[in-house]
Structure formats: C-alpha cells, structure tokens
C-alpha cells in the first residue's frame, strides 16, 4: 500500500508539474502575442430575425499564432485574468472595436451598435470607466451604441465596484447587457437592483429548441420575464430556421449565432454589411 501510494504521489507531482509548466509556456507566449499585436479582433452580427437586417456586432477577441492557428478566448482570457494581460488586452479589444464602428458608421451604417465582453477582474480597476470614456472619445463613436456585456456572475456577486461601475457607465450612456442569461442561479432580484438594458438568453437554452420542453419553457419564461421588466433581448447561439420560428412566434426578435454568421474578421462583416443592405 505504502509503495502504491507513493507512486500515485509521484504520478501526481509530475501530472501538476506539467501542467504547471504548460501554464507558464502559454503565459509566455500569450505575452509575446499581447506586445507583437498577435490579437485580432473578429466580429459577430446581432441580427434583427424578422428583417434578417444586422443590427450590431460584438466584438470577440482572437489570438492569431504564427502558423496561422487562431486560439479563441476560452484559451487565454482566464490566464490573462490572473496574470493582468486582461487589461492590455482589454484596451486593444475596446480600441480595436470603437475604431472599427467608427468605419462602419461613416460608411453610412450608423444606425450599428457594438457590444463588447468586459470581466468581473476588470472591474476591479478604478479607473475602467475614466479609461473606457477616453477610448470612446478618441474614436469619436456615439456611447449610444455601445454596449458592454457582463456576465450574470457580476452583477450577483453585488460588490460595490461593480454597482458603482455599472451606474457610472449607464450615466454616459453606454449600455449593459447581462451574457449567458439563466445560467444556474435562482434569484432574480438584482434584475431591479441594476441598470440593465438588456439579457442575452444561453446559448445552452436556445441549443435544443424547439423540441426539447424544458428548454422552451425556460426560454418562453426569460423572455416574459425581460418582456415584463421592459429589458431588450438577444438569444444567443441561433443555428436553425426552427429556432428563429420559436422566438419569433414568442417575440424575441434579434439574435445571434452561427445561422447568420460565425464571428468574422472586420473586412468579412463589412461584405455582410453591404450584401444586407442592398436586399
Ligand atoms: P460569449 O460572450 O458568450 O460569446 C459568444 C460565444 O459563442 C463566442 O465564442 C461565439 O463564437 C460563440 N457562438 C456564437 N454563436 C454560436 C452558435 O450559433 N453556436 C455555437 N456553438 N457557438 C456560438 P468565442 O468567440 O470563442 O468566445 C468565448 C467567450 O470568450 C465569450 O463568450 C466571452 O465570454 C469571452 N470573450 C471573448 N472576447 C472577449 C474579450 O474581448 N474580453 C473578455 N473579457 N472576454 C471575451
Ligand atoms: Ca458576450
Ligand atoms: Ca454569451
Ligand atoms: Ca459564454
């Protein structure tokens, strides 16, 4: 027992080792990347499903390797969460993001609005929102149509910072938007307690409509619920026409997801641009 036990503690060294080691390399590397501009900034339309019109994009960061892989932000946001790389990274996603709505909307798609994903570490940060307005002036894009998308784990964990945040941030008038709506929690009440514009219903609901019972009922319950509040909807992750039939039948309107398009480099969601418009 003593000689089994001591391998499995010899198994487990070099197991934790390894990972430990794995860990420190893609940190590295992840580095490099932030300061040789490796990221890139790829684009997913929010799509109003009665007109099939875009209505927004939402900007998701990339990592582009040197052989070309593209790493998605799974892989590295919660590493640049520990390290602080989420902050630099940050700035050149919000950057990157209200240059390009700029563009957009001085080629005449100005009604466009832009949702980009901040974290509960970045609310840390005192200073995020003095940050986030000097970006949105230097690009000179309305803070109308921004948005920013927090995930329902910040607005629970009701910590000061972030009730600040989120009313400072609603005073400029910017946006919020919860992401990952209904995701495994019970209480709701915090839905009162702040400045929500609007909820963007899981992926992980909208995935087996319409023939899964349980998912539609919890999906026709979350937009009651956003119906009765007075707060916008997005669903998220649409893949068939017989989602879009559900929601619509329902009256969620927009949505986003593979159906309409996956996220996209900047110049891709210009051609979508121009094709939907000249329907
Ligand atoms: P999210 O905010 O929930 O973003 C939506 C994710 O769902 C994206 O994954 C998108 O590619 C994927 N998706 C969209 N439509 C469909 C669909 O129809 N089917 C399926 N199966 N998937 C769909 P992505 O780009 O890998 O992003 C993953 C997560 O990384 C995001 O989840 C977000 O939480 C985070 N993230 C991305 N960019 C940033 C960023 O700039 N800052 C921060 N803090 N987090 C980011
Ligand atoms: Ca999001
Ligand atoms: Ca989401
Ligand atoms: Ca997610």
């Given at each position: 027992a003593k000689e089994r036990g001591r391998n499995i503690y010899h198994v487990y060294t070099v197991v934790l080792h390894e990972e430990l080691n794995k860990r420190m390399k893609l940190m590295k590397r992840l580095r490099q990347a932030v300061e040789r501009d490796k990221l890139s900034v790829y684009y997913q339309p929010k799509v109003d499903m009665n007109s099939r019109r875009i209505v927004g994009a939402e900007a998701l960061v990339r990592w582009i390797d040197d052989d070309g892989t593209i790493i998605?932000?799974?892989?590295?946001?919660?590493?640049?969460?520990?390290?602080?790389?989420?902050?630099p990274i940050s700035d050149f996603v919000l950057?990157?993001?209200?240059?390009?709505?700029?563009?957009?909307?001085?080629?005449?798609?100005?009604?466009?609005?832009?949702?980009?994903?901040?974290?509960?570490?970045?609310?840390?940060?005192?200073?995020?929102?003095?940050?986030?307005?000097?970006?949105?002036?230097?690009?000179?894009?309305?803070?109308?149509?921004?948005?920013?998308?927090?995930?329902?784990?910040?607005?629970?964990?009701?910590?000061?910072?972030?009730?600040?945040?989120?009313?400072?941030?609603?005073?400029?008038?910017?946006?919020?938007?919860?992401?990952?709506?209904?995701?495994?929690?019970?209480?709701?009440?915090?839905?009162?307690?702040?400045?929500?514009?609007?909820?963007?219903?899981?992926r992980s609901f909208v995935q087996d409509l319409p023939h899964d019972k349980d998912d539609a009922t919890l999906t026709q319950t979350i937009i009651n619920l956003a119906k009765s509040l007075d707060i916008g909807l997005v669903a998220e992750g649409v893949e068939t026409e017989a989602q879009v039939e559900f929601l619509l039948d329902r009256d969620c309107t927009i949505g986003q997801g593979f159906l309409f398009s996956r996220p996209i480099p900047a110049h891709e969601f210009t051609q979508l641009l121009n094709q939907y418009k000249g329907q």
């Open positions: 998605g932000p799974d892989q590295f946001i919660p590493i640049a969460e520990d390290t602080g790389l989420i902050i950057k990157t993001a209200c240059k390009q709505l700029s563009a957009w909307h001085s080629l005449g798609f100005s009604e466009l609005s832009m949702a980009i994903n901040l974290s509960g570490k970045q609310l840390q940060s005192p200073d995020l929102v003095e940050q986030i307005m000097q970006i949105v002036e230097d690009s000179k894009v309305p803070p109308q149509s921004l948005e920013l998308e927090l995930t329902e784990q910040v607005f629970i964990e009701n910590i000061q910072s972030h009730t600040n945040f989120m009313h400072a941030v609603r005073d400029k008038g910017i946006a919020l938007a919860i992401d990952d709506f209904g995701v495994g929690y019970s209480s709701l009440s915090y839905l009162k307690h702040f400045p929500v514009n609007s909820l963007k219903i899981d």
